[in-house]
């Protein structure tokens, strides 16, 4: 079974509480589709877990297959830089249809960002660097598609429909 390389460290994206019994990282895309089926799936089972639970995002844009994943990857990045992470990683989810430059600056703008700011950030090389380093981590942790997902470091294949996934997820409480 694949391990998660590295660990859960400062450079994530976390929701949640560092010390919840449950740690769940997606690697995704955010044009793919699967991806976008998976996001309201993540909602509701952070919902359903509350503070058992501790969520991270990390980018893996396939960007052969989806040309606007890795620039909407790189606008979510900017929005960390304004503390607006996890607002720009549900419009751009939200509205996946549309991920060319001109939306994510309308989503900027919706959620509140210095639009002026957020230009120049985009552009900043180390944003480029993190996507991907989160790619490679994705890679080396034995990604090969997403959303590809891992529970507390161990890459999980199940089934992550919401019923099956909570009902899993329940379960490893009792593990922990």
């Keep these: 079974m694949s391990q998660l390389k590295p660990a859960v460290n400062s450079k994530d994206h976390v929701q949640g509480k560092n ?27 952070q919902r ?14 396939l960007s052969e297959m989806h040309p606007d994943a890795f620039n909407a990857a790189v606008a979510a990045e900017a929005a960390e830089l304004q503390q607006k992470f996890w607002d720009m990683h549900d419009i751009i989810f939200e509205n996946q249809q ?26 900043k090389s180390t944003l480029i660097v993190k996507v991907e380093q989160d790619f490679e981590s994705g ?11 891992f529970i507390n ?8 429909e919401e019923d099956a996934f909570n009902q899993y997820l329940k379960s490893q409480l009792s593990v922990t």
């Design 19 to 45: 010390e919840a019994p449950l740690e769940l990282v997606e690697y995704g895309d955010y044009q793919c589709p699967h991806c976008g089926h998976a996001y309201p799936i993540i909602k509701n089972v």
């Design 98 to 123: 549309k991920l060319d430059m001109i939306s994510l600056f309308f989503y900027a703008k919706t959620i509140g960002l210095d639009l002026e700011r957020f230009k120049n950030d985009i552009q």
């Design 139 to 149: 890679v080396r942790s034995g990604v090969n598609g997403t959303p590809s997902f």
């Design 48 to 61: 359903s877990l509350g503070a058992d639970l501790k969520f991270v995002f990390r980018n893996f844009p």
């Design 153 to 160: 470091g161990k890459k999980y294949n199940g089934d992550w």
